[in-house]
């Protein structure tokens, strides 16, 4: 079992920056992936982003890359997302998630948090 926590959410105006993060309990967090993932309002839920377990080999949809960073701490047990340059755009509710299965299969996620940016 593994428990997802997701803080850093709020409102913020075009070109500003927040970081997220998720705090992970239950499993060994270091034995599996994470990812982000976002839905907007009358949206179907999209990828954003995700690591592997040792933090290596990140990879981003393209609409956030060069503005959204994935990283993790595997002592603290927390993955985040820095994202920098907002747009009104990047507005949905923000969600982790735990691939500890199989690849490409997530299959714990976290309650999600908001993330509004004002034009």
């Known amino acids: 079992q593994v428990q997802l926590v997701e803080s850093g959410g709020g409102l913020v105006q075009a070109g500003g920056s927040l970081r997220l993060s998720c705090a992970a309990s239950?499993?060994?967090?270091?034995?599996?992936?994470m990812g982000w993932f976002r839905q907007a309002p009358g949206k179907e839920r999209e990828f954003v982003a995700a690591?592997?377990?040792?933090?290596?080999?990140?990879y981003y949809a393209d609409s956030v890359k060069g503005r959204f960073t994935i990283s993790r701490d595997n002592v603290k047990n927390t993955v985040y997302l820095q994202m920098n340059s907002l747009k009104p755009e990047d507005t949905a509710v923000y969600y982790c998630?735990?691939?500890?299965?199989?690849?490409?299969?997530?299959?714990?996620w976290g309650q999600g948090t908001q993330v509004t940016v004002s034009s």
């Open positions: 690591i592997s377990w040792s933090g290596g080999n990140p």
């Open positions: 998630a735990a691939q500890t299965l199989a690849p490409s299969e997530y299959d714990y």
């Open positions: 239950g499993r060994t967090f270091s034995s599996y992936a």
